[in-house]
């Protein structure tokens, strides 16, 4: 199920003709970038950090690929001139596919600090965010990036512990 | 020398390729010396320079320099690690370590002091890495576009800015401009 779960997640790219991805780590997006890692059909490339990955997706963009960048919630303070200053100011679109850490089933208290402020941050920037929230809420992920192409904005997809199924 | 005398040499050669230029000073020192369509200013978020051009080099064949400060560089150390393990043979870094934050003040910067960015880029796996004089810039580069080869060069000159106007060129309108002379 899980395995399915990943799947269907890196087909609606695929689907959408995004081919670059970068990724940071998180324990709940760990099948999500093995799938990522295993397509053919993506360039994947892990950066170090956020702001990083943002950069060469930017740098993708201008190259002709449809970018995405997958990472945790915490990183999302620590991308916010990015997104201000080169995804937005720039008018580029940017599918970020985040894991919600510190919802409902999180074991580790620290993670509920930055969970309580993700989704101020996110409608503080105008970014459009949708949440995953039941397993069916993938559904709409296709929707989700060809809107995000559509209108060239960065748009956040938060999937929090109970849409994974748990840790 | 400093950057302006530099970019000022180098402009033939940067001319005919796509340029991801470093926020601040840079920019508007390049952009007044010889505003290219292929160029791309970065007018705000620090640091990135080194990861648009490698993101760039990655998704189409044409050359990309990325031009770097060395302040920029150490605020995100962790772009010569990516650029180490996913070569672009289209991708050269140049950066010009001139020891201070140009745009803020001339500061010094570490790279200034005990730290060589050739020697971090060169342990960070940066295969082809290549510390130079101000005066030989323009040798180095072109020597660096022939070899087909990613390149690090460090570029190690005086501190200082020449004075030139902000760009007020919208963000959307070179970002347009440069995308058009990408698929040109």
């Known amino acids: 199920m899980q395995e399915d779960i990943n799947k269907r997640i890196v087909d609606d790219f695929v689907a959408n003709d995004v081919s670059f991805v970068t990724t940071v780590p998180c324990k709940q997006l760990a099948g999500v970038i093995d799938e990522i890692d295993a397509r053919k059909d993506i360039h994947h490339i892990p950066s170090n950090k956020e702001d990083e990955g943002m950069g060469l997706c930017a740098g993708a963009f201008m190259g002709g690929k449809r970018p995405a960048i997958i990472m945790q919630n915490t990183a999302i303070g620590v991308t916010i001139n990015t997104l201000a200053t080169l995804t937005q100011y720039y008018r580029m679109p940017l599918p970020m596919l985040i894991s919600y850490r510190g919802e409902l089933g999180e074991p580790v208290a620290c993670q509920v600090e930055m969970a309580v402020h993700t989704k101020a941050l996110l409608a503080q920037l105008h970014i459009p965010t949708y949440h995953f929230h039941h397993r069916d809420d993938v559904e709409e992920l296709d929707k989700i990036i060809k809107y995000t192409f559509m209108c060239n904005k960065p748009v956040a997809i938060l999937t929090d512990a109970s849409f994974w199924g748990g840790y | ?184």
Do not use: W
Request: glycine share 10%.
């Open chain 2, 1 to 184: 020398m400093i950057r302006s005398e530099i970019l000022k040499e180098i402009a033939p050669i940067l001319r005919d390729q796509l340029v991801v230029c470093n926020i601040g000073i840079p920019s508007q020192e390049l952009h007044a010396i010889d505003d290219q369509p292929s160029n791309f200013y970065m007018l705000g978020t620090m640091g990135l320079a080194s990861s648009i051009g490698l993101g760039l080099a990655l998704s189409q064949p044409k050359p990309v320099i990325s031009i770097d400060g060395d302040g920029s560089v150490l605020t995100n150390l962790g772009t010569l690690p990516t650029i180490a393990n996913n070569p672009a043979g289209n991708f050269i870094l140049l950066i010009i370590d001139n020891g201070s934050y140009g745009s803020t003040g001339d500061q010094p910067t570490y790279a200034g002091r005990k730290t060589s960015l050739a020697k971090v880029a060169e342990a960070c796996g940066c295969e082809t890495v290549v510390e130079c004089a101000a005066e030989d810039t323009g040798r180095v580069l072109q020597e660096a576009l022939d070899s087909g080869e990613m390149t690090i060069i460090v570029c190690k000159c005086e501190s200082g800015n020449a004075k030139m106007p902000v760009i007020t060129m919208d963000p959307v309108v070179i970002r347009d401009r440069f995308m058009k002379a990408v698929s040109a």
